[in-house]
């Protein structure tokens, strides 16, 4: 069959609003009289894979995806390029755009020719991209900071100096951790410069960011460096393939293995090199100005040192800060350093009161980290903020500033003194009015967590805005399964349940009492696990938890429910009241993707959500849900 249109959806966890999307695009086509085919992006891989003769006969091609797709295949088309929320709210403004041809061309090098779209949309687009490159490296690196940044604190709890051989207190289980760490946390800006640079240039930018990470971070640039360095290589794989496309096709093996890597290294080594050694000289010019300033108002010196400290959080403008201050411990002078520690220490306790104080508006991911964030908070390691600040620096870093400079301000004025370089609050028993100086490093942390929370509401209401009218669907397809996947014995109405946790267990305990499941402790392992890596609550107060699980014996729905609404962390921020849990054996292929997916549809219809959840009884639920499915 020959399609006008074609389109793309996909998201980076779960596969819920990758199908929503291509619900509403497929309906708004299919109200507009004009055909599309959709191929989906999710957890099982692509579906619904375009043939090159599609490709060819297609008129314009519509990607709403929030991770990255095989996009040069469309050299020389048409192509719309919107995030996936762009393809669940405005379904109709793209099947107009793409009905009018006032579409830019796709060139295949990241270039597009210039087209009449309003330049508010291509700016926007132009930012979502750079978001979607960025995101993919500070997901890679989030979980080397966490690891590595636990590894260390752990370290110092055998002393401050236990990784010293030198030191009476050395202990060799302690250096053995924390090179271990140390370690882990070095590989934090090549990962990061790494994939930004796959993302924007596939494998080829993978290897190159690699190598320019690596430069960055042995000149101390640190992870502004290394956000810079993924979008150099990246972007210079980008030219490098333009430059070399007119090879003979003979020579293709050729340009992937040697050309491209060898000449981006070549050009990419020494941009990032010339670009980081000015460095040097810009931290000694740091230090003499902060030293110039450790006899001037307290409050002077603690904004100044604050802002230093907050700005890279461990890059070359922090160690300014904090090289000063290590030599002027070497010269008796213990207060300078109280401020820079307190500084150091805001920024990771600061994103852990954020999320304290805004849970619902982080996912599971990233409120685990800020959880883990105290620990090394306490520990001086200024790191584990990164992840936060990478994703939204204009914002997040100027928030943490504020902290940082309050927290060194106090310090200085209530003349805490700190003769250790490191450790955090472990320091204490040798720290000149401690207790001030916790007090100062709180007030700084719940300052900036507060002010945190605040933007990440405002961030989270800003991308609701463009999810919460999402179109209603007439007619949606029910849950293809073979058997009985929903009886009423499965339905559990008015649940007195009190946390996300609660309602796994639940679950599980019900379906081996039921004899879906052999062993409640497997399943409830399983659903968790799927939680830890994205929460599975949707919009509307729905959640979908999901596990394929040896324990499983045949695939089934367990419907929960709720009298009260629970924190379960969704889009929309609202508290989840009814969960739909797909079980499902190991083995069984993608079954439970397959009813996730048709869920996923059924859920975009506000009428069919309002139904289900004003239902009384199991069988309503269950004639809902199925859908005449036959069984």
């Known amino acids: 069959m020959k399609y006008r249109f074609l389109g793309v959806t996909g998201c980076p966890t779960g596969i819920a609003h990758t199908f929503m999307a291509a619900e509403a695009l497929e309906k708004s086509a299919e109200e507009k009289g004009?055909?599309?085919?959709?191929?989906?992006?999710?957890?099982?891989?692509?579906?619904?894979?375009?043939?090159?003769?599609?490709?060819?006969?297609?008129?314009v091609i519509i990607i709403a995806a929030d991770k990255n797709v095989d996009i040069d295949r469309f050299h020389g088309k048409k192509v719309i390029n919107v995030?996936?929320?762009?393809?669940?709210?405005?379904?109709?403004?793209?099947?107009?755009?793409?009905?009018?041809?006032?579409?830019?061309?796709?060139?295949?090098?990241?270039?597009?020719?210039?087209?009449?779209?309003?330049?508010?949309?291509?700016?926007?687009?132009?930012?979502?991209?750079?978001?979607?490159?960025?995101?993919?490296?500070?997901?890679?690196?989030?979980?080397?900071?966490?690891?590595?940044?636990?590894?260390?604190?752990?370290?110092?709890?055998?002393?401050i100096y236990s990784a010293d051989p030198d030191s009476s207190q050395y202990n060799v289980i302690a250096?053995?951790?924390?090179?271990?760490?140390?370690?882990?946390?070095?590989?934090?800006?090549?990962?990061?410069?790494?994939?930004?640079?796959?993302?924007?240039?596939?494998?080829?930018?993978?290897?190159?960011?690699?190598?320019?990470?690596?430069?960055?971070?042995?000149?101390?640039?640190?992870?502004?460096?290394?956000?810079?360095?993924?979008?150099?290589?990246?972007?210079?794989?980008?030219?490098?393939?333009?430059?070399?496309?007119?090879?003979?096709?003979?020579?293709?093996?050729?340009?992937?293995?040697?050309?491209?890597?060898?000449?981006?290294?070549?050009?990419?080594?020494?941009?990032?090199?010339?670009?980081?050694?000015?460095?040097?000289?810009?931290?000694?010019?740091?230090?003499?100005?902060?030293?110039?300033?450790?006899?001037?108002?307290?409050?002077?010196?603690?904004?100044?040192?604050?802002?230093?400290?907050?700005?890279?959080?461990?890059?070359?403008?922090?160690?300014?800060?904090?090289?000063?201050?290590?030599?002027?411990?070497?010269?008796?002078n213990?207060?300078?350093?109280?401020?820079?520690?307190?500084?150091?220490?805001?920024?990771?306790?600061?994103?852990?009161?954020?999320?304290?104080?805004?849970?619902?508006?982080?996912?599971?991911?990233?409120?685990?980290?800020?959880?883990?964030?105290?620990?090394l908070g306490s520990t001086h390691i200024t790191e584990g903020a990164i992840p936060f600040a990478a994703k939204r620096p204009f914002t997040i870093i100027p928030i943490i500033m504020v902290g940082s400079s309050i927290a060194a301000m106090l310090t200085y004025t209530f003349k805490v003194e700190v003769p250790a370089p490191h450790g955090g609050f472990i320091v204490l028993p040798v720290v000149t009015h401690a207790f001030l100086w916790v007090l100062a490093i709180v007030i700084?942390?719940?300052?900036?967590?507060?002010?945190?929370?605040?933007?990440?509401k405002r961030h989270q209401r800003k991308n609701n805005a463009e999810t919460a009218s999402a179109p209603v669907q007439e007619e949606q397809a029910a849950p293809k399964e073979q058997g009985n996947i929903l009886e009423t014995n499965q339905i559990y109405l008015q649940e007195k349940l009190h946390s996300k946790e609660d309602v796994l267990a639940f679950i599980a305990e019900k379906a081996a009492a039921l004899n879906i499941a052999t062993d409640a402790d497997k399943v409830v392992n399983g659903l968790q696990k799927r939680e830890s890596e994205g929460s599975t609550g949707m919009e509307n107060g729905i959640a979908i938890p999901h596990v394929k699980s040896e324990a499983?014996?045949?695939?089934?729905?367990?419907?929960?429910?709720?009298?009260?609404?629970?924190?379960?962390?969704?889009m929309d921020g609202k508290p989840t009241d009814f969960v739909i849990s797909i079980l499902v054996p190991d083995g069984s292929s993608n079954e439970h993707l397959d009813i996730l997916s048709a869920l996923s549809r059924k859920l975009m219809n506000q009428e069919f959500i309002d139904q289900?959840?004003?239902?009384?009884?199991?069988?309503?639920?269950?004639?809902?849900?199925?859908?005449?499915v036959e069984k």
């Open 34 to 59: 004009v055909s599309i085919k959709v191929e989906t992006h999710g957890q099982r891989g692509t579906e619904n894979q375009f043939t090159d003769q599609e490709i060819k006969d297609a008129e």
């Open 83 to 159: 995030s996936v929320s762009k393809g669940i709210k405005n379904p109709d403004e793209l099947i107009d755009r793409a009905i009018s041809g006032d579409v830019a061309v796709y060139k295949g090098s990241g270039e597009a020719t210039p087209s009449n779209d309003d330049s508010q949309q291509e700016s926007a687009s132009i930012w979502h991209k750079l978001y979607v490159h960025l995101m993919n490296g500070v997901s890679h690196m989030l979980p080397l900071i966490v690891a590595g940044g636990v590894m260390t604190a752990v370290s110092f709890m055998f002393g």
């Open 175 to 332: 250096e053995q951790m924390n090179t271990i760490g140390g370690l882990a946390m070095g590989l934090m800006v090549p990962v990061l410069s790494a994939y930004i640079a796959q993302s924007i240039g596939n494998r080829p930018g993978l290897i190159i960011g690699f190598i320019v990470g690596m430069i960055a971070d042995t000149n101390g640039t640190g992870f502004l460096g290394g956000i810079v360095g993924g979008f150099l290589a990246g972007g210079l794989v980008l030219l490098l393939m333009k430059a070399l496309k007119n090879l003979p096709k003979s020579l293709d093996g050729l340009k992937a293995i040697f050309l491209i890597p060898v000449l981006g290294i070549f050009i990419g080594g020494f941009a990032m090199w010339y670009l980081s050694v000015p460095m040097e000289a810009i931290n000694q010019g740091m230090m003499n100005f902060l030293s110039s300033f450790q006899d001037s108002n307290p409050l002077l010196l603690g904004l100044i040192v604050g802002i230093m400290s907050a700005f890279d959080m461990g890059g070359p403008v922090n160690k300014a800060a904090y090289v000063t201050g290590t030599a002027l411990l070497a010269q008796g």
């Open 334 to 375: 213990f207060l300078f350093m109280a401020g820079v520690s307190a500084a150091c220490i805001v920024p990771p306790l600061a994103t852990g009161f954020s999320v304290l104080f805004a849970r619902r508006s982080y996912n599971q991911a990233e409120a685990s980290a800020g959880y883990v964030n105290f620990l």
């Open 444 to 456: 700084g942390a719940v300052i900036s967590g507060f002010l945190m929370a605040l933007e990440q």
């Open 552 to 570: 499983i014996q045949q695939a089934k729905l367990m419907v929960v429910q709720l009298a009260e609404g629970i924190d379960w962390p969704a």
């Open 612 to 628: 289900l959840k004003a239902s009384k009884s199991e069988a309503e639920i269950k004639e809902l849900l199925l859908g005449g």
